[in-house]
């Protein structure tokens, strides 16, 4: 009952920064996480950064100093700062909310590409 929609996705030189925004397709949820996961060709789905309820954050190894995590309500927002090829993935937006009338419910974004390549 909830869907989730990513852009800021595309090309970007190596060194170069992106912006993604992902948000809820309606209001009156209570978000319990929102967060960003990327899958590579070839490789499992990992997750990059997660903001949690009460402004706690999380983020993979690989991206810790370059890329930042912020929300605002029902919008997650993901900085990446010196892009690396290594980067190249489709970015996932995912989201823990509790609903009006239906309850906790999880939910995926549709993926936008982010292709770090000279």
């Known amino acids: 009952q909830v869907q989730l929609m990513e852009s800021g996705g595309g090309l970007v030189q190596p060194g170069g920064s992106l912006r993604l925004s992902c948000a809820a397709s309606r209001g009156g949820l209570s978000i319990d996480f929102m967060g960003w996961y990327r899958q590579a060709a070839g490789k499992e789905r990992e997750l990059v950064a997660v903001?949690?309820?009460?402004?706690s954050t999380n983020y993979a190894d690989s991206v810790k100093g370059r890329f930042t995590i912020s929300r605002d309500n029902a919008k997650v927002y993901l900085q990446m700062n010196s892009l690396k090829p290594e980067d190249t993935a489709i970015y996932y937006c995912n989201a823990g909310m509790f609903a009006a009338e239906v309850g906790y419910l999880e939910a995926w974004g549709q993926g936008t590409l982010v292709t770090v390549s000279s």
């Open positions: 903001f949690r309820s009460g402004g």
